[in-house]
């Protein structure tokens, strides 16, 4: 892709490399290991079944360095392959993940729609990254904790309790570092 193409409003960060299918091959399961490896990343909460983990703010960079396709189908890799046995989920875990198989599948969802906002400028400005993060975290959220109610008889007071409220303070912080981050990435790649 051409300079001139990556000013294009709907470039995302990806779109700077040059290649075609093998460039998307590679990158899709670059945002799985890096996903992986973000997992490995985690603080247990007293109370909580859900760790602390890197997992979100990988996702969601995935999405907006990769665009709705390619991010949404990294998260996928990364899904599909921890539940076939690649060990890199939270604690180097693989297999079903019955407590935390919401959140799993929330990052999908959530780096696709990231990707899509970041398609049409959602991480050129701090302002814009933090209202496309925000919308990235919800959607984990949205998935993530009926799931936990399903899985674990949680209500939903005791649900938000054990599987959101413990996690705002860090999601701050990772949007607070994505707003940072992918403006000024941004930047870069415009010189």
Request: proline share 5%.
């Amino acid at each position: 892709m051409s300079v001139l193409a990556v000013t294009d409003r709907r470039a995302v960060l990806a779109d700077a490399i040059p290649g075609a299918l093998v460039k998307d091959a590679v990158l899709v399961l670059s945002g799985a290991v890096l996903t992986g490896l973000a997992a490995q990343i985690a603080v247990h909460i007293p109370g909580s079944p859900v760790p602390v983990t890197g997992q979100t703010f990988a996702a969601l960079l995935v999405g907006a360095g990769l665009g709705w396709k390619r991010g949404g189908l990294s998260l996928a890799l990364y899904f599909v392959a921890g539940l076939a046995g690649v060990p890199w989920f939270t604690g180097g875990a693989a297999g079903w993940a019955a407590v935390t198989g919401g959140y799993l599948v929330g990052f999908i969802a959530a780096s696709a729609l990231v990707g899509a906002l970041a398609r049409v400028g959602g991480d050129r400005t701090p302002l814009r990254t933090v209202g496309t993060m925000v919308l990235g975290n919800l959607v984990i959220y949205a998935v993530g904790v009926p799931w936990l109610m399903a899985a674990t008889g949680m209500d939903l007071r005791a649900a938000l309790l054990a599987g959101v409220a413990p996690f705002l303070l860090g999601d701050a912080i990772k949007v607070a570092l994505a707003a940072g981050l992918l403006p000024g990435t941004w930047a870069l790649v415009r010189r």
